[in-house]
Nanobody, 119 residues
Framework: QLQASGGGLVQTGGSLRLSCAAS????????MAWYRQSPGKQRELVAVITSGGSTNYADSVKGRFTISRDNAKNTVYLQMNSLKPEDTAVYYCKAYIKVTDRASGMDYWGKGTQVTVSS
């Protein structure tokens, strides 16, 4: 129900833009977020955005990454600039989705997309 795309190989200092589109039965999407996981490390929160557009970032990416969303397209983006080798990871999107007005919402995860930053 969540499809992420946009990963790839980039040199240090380069940029990438990740996209994650939600599909299927959707009444409302609340929080949308990006996480990442490097080999041997726990998955960590990178950035989060509310339905109203408020954002929050991990300290390690502040000033370099920008999260945004298009509510009409049920899509969240992550613009990544000034990339560093330590940004190398599998990036996952997550969205809190209500499928009907009366249903309880739940978190949905997309399959990860690999981002590799070469030094």
């Amino acid at each position: 129900q969540l499809q992420a795309s946009g990963g790839g190989l980039v040199q240090t200092g380069g940029s990438l833009r990740l996209s994650c589109a939600a599909s299927g039965s959707i009444f409302r999407i609340n929080l949308m977020a990006w996480y990442r996981q490097s080999p041997g490390k726990q998955r960590e929160l990178v950035a989060v955005i509310t339905s109203g557009g408020s954002t929050n970032y991990a300290d390690s990416v502040k000033g370099r990454f920008t999260i945004s969303r298009d509510n009409a397209k049920n899509t969240v983006y992550l613009q990544m600039n000034s990339l560093k080798p330590e940004d190398t990871a599998v990036y996952y999107c997550k969205a809190y989705i209500k499928v009907t007005d009366r249903a309880s919402g739940m978190d949905y995860w997309g399959k990860g997309t690999q981002v590799t930053v070469s030094s």
